[in-house]
């Protein structure tokens, strides 16, 4: 909460505006935007909507979601199911993903990807 507060206070200062112009700009009112700079209250999911629009940025920059990592096991293909995996603006299948698991094996046991170690 904390992290988001200070963000939209940034983002508004880096505008150049006050709290007050910034809330006429969103339709929000005055003391909304000082509630939410000042942590003492939780924005809702439209108002980050709107913010996120207004700054020109995601919702998830907006709440520094930025760094998600999620990890997938390409030997284990069950993930498929909820995940496509891209190359080439294509989808891989399960044998593609299988051959570049192997791909990957062989280049790491043979140490730096091939170098002379």
Do not use: C
């Amino acid at each position: 909460m904390k992290q988001l507060s200070k963000k939209i206070k940034d983002l508004r200062e880096a505008r150049g505006l006050s709290p007050e112009e910034l809330a006429d700009r969103l339709g929000f009112a005055k003391s909304t935007v000082w509630a939410y700079e000042s942590g003492k209250k939780q924005v809702s999911v439209v108002h980050l909507e709107r913010l996120a629009d207004f700054f020109e940025i995601s919702v998830d920059s907006l709440l520094d979601r930025n760094d998600r990592t999620i990890n997938v096991d390409l030997q284990n293909t069950n993930f498929l199911n909820e995940y496509t995996v891209m190359l080439d603006d294509q989808p891989l299948n399960e044998a593609e993903l299988a051959e570049a698991a192997s791909f990957i094996q062989v280049k790491r046991r043979m140490g730096s990807y091939g170098l002379a170690t």
